[in-house]
């Protein structure tokens, strides 16, 4: 049963905050979690079971964020919070020497996922594209790498450029990529290494790739653009733009940190069947603990070797975190576990979607399986970054998700960002979100 909105106090989360922002940078350990997103501060979470979180002050939430969609099992999930009782009482954390666990599930991942010959593990998803990147270089003896309009792939240098949803004044021409950047301390080589393409249109991708030819080393796409809210492919896209890097001779890099378990075990390549030459996985990966890995063919994969491109990491292949991963793809590999997962996913969408057209507000919600996104907008669908800019209302996102924090309701308030069900949400938790939101639309509507 949901609390009622005048039943809830925040005030613990204020008086901590006021602490925090003494000894932490904005109080807290990623901006995105700062009062850049929550105002007027963030709530602090204290523990969570299931689908549920609990803040300090005690409010009870739905979670449909579940730490950036990492929770694929929601939390303290109990055959996980087994394995790491049992591994931690007897075996120990992490060795940093060869260990069984890394080739058995390496060997699953091998088995498992399509495209995957070799692995190499390492802890977040930014590291393991950094290494993919570093790989894809080295074995082409190339530098420049392709990415597109907006997307994030975590904060090395070379992939900020155009790696932020919020939009630069002046949108300009397809032709004429925002190569805009949001953090200071990034040199201007990163510019020259980076080149920037819209999303879903192929013509300037071939375009950018026939003036270039010869310097690009790979082309690294999201299967489904998750951090300007939820970005599908067009019908064909993908596969396209596959078979433009194999004409071209370029390594086509699939970024799976957002999708790996959640579309199917291996992510939007093996959702889509679409091919690739490597690809990168980690949040979802580790159930929440930190756990990334690259996988890809094996002479591009055979790059990392000593002498090789180089990749360290002391807590690389943790034996916690990897006891973690083979019982997180043990869950997934059970019988109607995605069927669930997208069933309960549908009603909550199409649950939606009903609320807003009986709200009479316009907008949509757009994504695939339990990654969605709702968008205040006028478009019947929002196809790339420049759409999401222009087209989607990101100032009523964040107060329509601060009147469900009152209902009980949690989800990221920025409207970059993405829903994320899991198979631990049940249908009558999806019943109580949609009165939720329903209320929530209207309290928005009524100021
Ligand atoms: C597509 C994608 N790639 C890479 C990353 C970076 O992952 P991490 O935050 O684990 O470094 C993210 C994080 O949001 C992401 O969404």
């Not at 949108?171 to 950047?181: E, F």
């Not at 030819?213 to 993908?238: D, H, S, T």
């Not at 059970?334 to 709200?359: H, T």
């Amino acid at each position: 049963m949901l609390q009622s909105p005048q039943a809830r106090t925040t005030e613990k989360s204020r008086r901590l905050f006021e602490r925090a922002n003494k000894y932490l940078v904005e109080g807290v350990s990623s901006p995105s979690r700062s009062t850049a997103n929550y105002k007027p501060y963030p709530i602090f979470m204290k523990r969570g079971h299931g689908s549920k979180i609990y803040d300090v002050d005690g409010n009870e939430y739905i979670d449909f964020m579940m730490a950036y969609g990492a929770l694929s099992l929601g939390h303290a999930y109990p055959k996980i919070v087994d394995v790491v009782k049992r591994t931690i009482e007897e075996e120990g954390s992490h060795f940093a020497t060869a260990s069984e666990i890394e080739a058995d599930v390496a060997e699953t991942m091998c088995h498992k996922f399509p495209d995957v010959e070799k692995v190499r593990f390492t802890n977040t998803g930014t590291e393991a594209v950094m290494a993919a990147v570093r790989v894809a270089r080295a074995f082409t003896g190339r530098k420049k790498i392709i990415k597109f309009e907006g997307a994030y792939h975590g904060w090395y240098d070379d992939l900020c450029v155009s790696a932020h949803a919020r939009p630069p004044d002046n949108l300009g021409y397809y032709n004429d990529p925002i190569k805009n950047i949001e953090s200071s301390g990034i040199p201007d080589e990163a510019f020259v290494n980076t080149m920037v393409v819209p999303w879903n249109d192929s013509d300037i991708l071939e375009r950018k790739i026939s003036e270039q030819k010869g310097e690009i080393a790979a082309v690294l796409i999201e299967p489904i653009m998750c951090n300007m809210g939820v970005l599908l492919p067009k019908e064909g896209y993908l596969q396209t733009v596959r078979e433009i890097t194999e004409k071209s001779d370029i390594l086509f890099i699939i970024d799976e940190v957002n999708t790996v378990v959640k579309l199917a075990l291996a992510g939007a390549h093996e959702f889509y069947d679409i091919d690739c030459d490597m690809s990168t996985y980690g949040k979802a990966l580790g159930a929440g603990f930190p756990i990334a890995a690259i996988g890809g063919r094996s002479d591009i994969m055979d790059t990392m070797r000593w002498g090789g491109a180089l990749h360290y990491g002391a807590q690389n292949a943790n034996n916690l975190g990897l006891n973690i991963v083979k019982v997180n793809l043990e869950e997934f590999q059970k019988p109607r576990m995605y069927q669930k997962l997208f069933a309960l996913s549908q009603k909550l969408k199409d649950g939606i979607k009903e609320c807003l057209d009986r709200a009479v507000v316009s907008g949509i919600v757009q994504g695939e399986g339990p990654i969605f996104q709702i968008f205040f907008t006028e478009k019947k669908s929002i196809q790339n970054y420049r759409e999401f800019c222009a087209y989607v209302d990101r100032d009523i996102y964040p107060k329509f998700v601060y009147r469900l924090f009152e209902r009980g309701i949690y989800t990221s308030p920025s409207a970059s960002l993405h829903w994320t069900v899991s198979p631990v949400h049940t249908s009558e938790e999806i019943d109580a979100t949609l009165k939720a939101v329903a209320d929530a639309l209207r309290a928005v509507k009524s100021t």
